[in-house]
Every structure is written in C-alpha cells, then in structure tokens.
C-alpha cells in the first residue's frame, strides 16, 4: 500500500515540475534548466512504472497463494463459485499491470508533447 501511495506522489511530482517548468526557465534564464526538469520527469516516471511493476508479484501472491486457498478451505464460497472468484482475482491482480501500462503511455504521452 504505501508503494502504491508513492508511486501516486511520484506521479503527481512529476506533473508539478512540468507545469513549473517553462516559468522557472523564464525566471532563470537558462534552458538547461528545461532539460534537467524533463530528464527528472523521466526518472520519476520509470520509477513509478517500476515501483507498479514491483507490487505485481506481491498482489498476485495475496490473491492467488493466500486469498483463493482460504475462500476454497473456509468454505466461504460454494466449490461451483471458485473459477468465477478466480477470475475476479486476476483481474483484481491485473489491475497493477494496467496502472503500470498507464504510466508508460503516459510517459510516451509527455514525449510526444514535448516532441522529444
């Protein structure tokens, strides 16, 4: 969870430094400001996609090694009901390959804004 809130924080610091970006090159005169603000954007992005990409295995183990076996071994669910709470658990699980996916279409997203 608090990988997941980072990444978030990442995110939305990436954002601020690009809004900031073209006041603080016009406040310091210096375009290489500009580049160092888009290399630090890039970076905060590819950590955010691996911090994304770290977190999959973790939420396939809960769902797939701790989840199923304990909704099977309770009987919380009918034996019938097992496959559809499986596939409710993938797709759980595969919701952080998807806000991995995201954040690299974001980043391709940014580089073609800025035409790099």
Do not use: C
């Not at 955010?48 to 770290?54: G, I, Q, W």
């Not at 009918?78 to 699980?93: E, K, S």
Request: charged share 10%; aromatic share 6%.
């Amino acid at each position: 969870t608090q990988i997941a809130k980072n990444a978030g924080w990442l995110q939305t610091a990436a954002t601020v430094i690009l809004l900031a970006a073209p006041l603080l090159v016009i406040i310091a005169k210096s375009p290489a400001i500009l580049l160092v603000q888009v290399a630090a954007i890039g970076l905060i992005a590819l950590i955010t996609v691996l911090m994304h990409a770290v977190t999959l295995p973790v939420e396939f183990d809960a769902s797939f090694k701790r989840a199923l076996p304990i909704l099977a071994g309770g009987r919380y669910i009918p034996d019938a009901d097992l496959p559809a709470a499986r596939t409710i658990l993938r797709a759980a699980a595969l919701t952080y390959v998807a806000a991995a996916a995201m954040s690299v279409i974001n980043i391709f997203r940014w580089l073609r804004f800025l035409r790099i």
